[in-house]
């Protein structure tokens, strides 16, 4: 993954994917477990904050979890924006998975596609 200074970020393909399957899954198990109250949805950051908790063995030092935050934060952003698999609520502050269904025919699409890497 590369950011500099206003270059742009990239991901290989398989890392966007591995991550927003982590992030859609965690946010699928929340939406299951508070379906009958009113946190239905996840806070963007709550989503990014939950998912370096669970790499922080992997991340060494502040510069690398800074840079995965933003990764992370651009997956989001991704998955909203381009993919419109995540919905985002409240003025953006809050995302929820749109449908179910959904998500196995963008992955099958995403999948045959020939670019291998994810930009921003």
């Excluded at 991901?11 to 939406?31: A, G, P, W």
Aim: charged share 30%; glycine share 4%.
């Amino acid at each position: 993954m590369d950011a500099e200074d206003g270059e742009q970020l990239r991901i290989t393909f398989e890392d966007y994917r591995k991550i927003s399957n982590v992030l859609i899954q965690h946010m699928r198990d929340f939406e299951e477990k508070n379906k009958d109250t009113e946190e239905g949805a996840l806070k963007k950051k709550e989503l990014v904050d939950w998912y370096i908790a669970q790499i922080e063995d992997e991340i060494d030092g502040e510069q690398e979890m800074i840079a995965k935050m933003n990764v992370t934060e651009k997956v989001i952003e991704r998955l909203v924006k381009v993919d419109n698999v995540l919905l985002e609520i409240g003025g953006g502050v809050r995302v929820t998975v749109l449908t179910w269904s959904y998500i196995p025919t963008i992955w099958w699409i995403r999948s045959t596609q020939t670019n291998t890497s994810c930009s921003w």
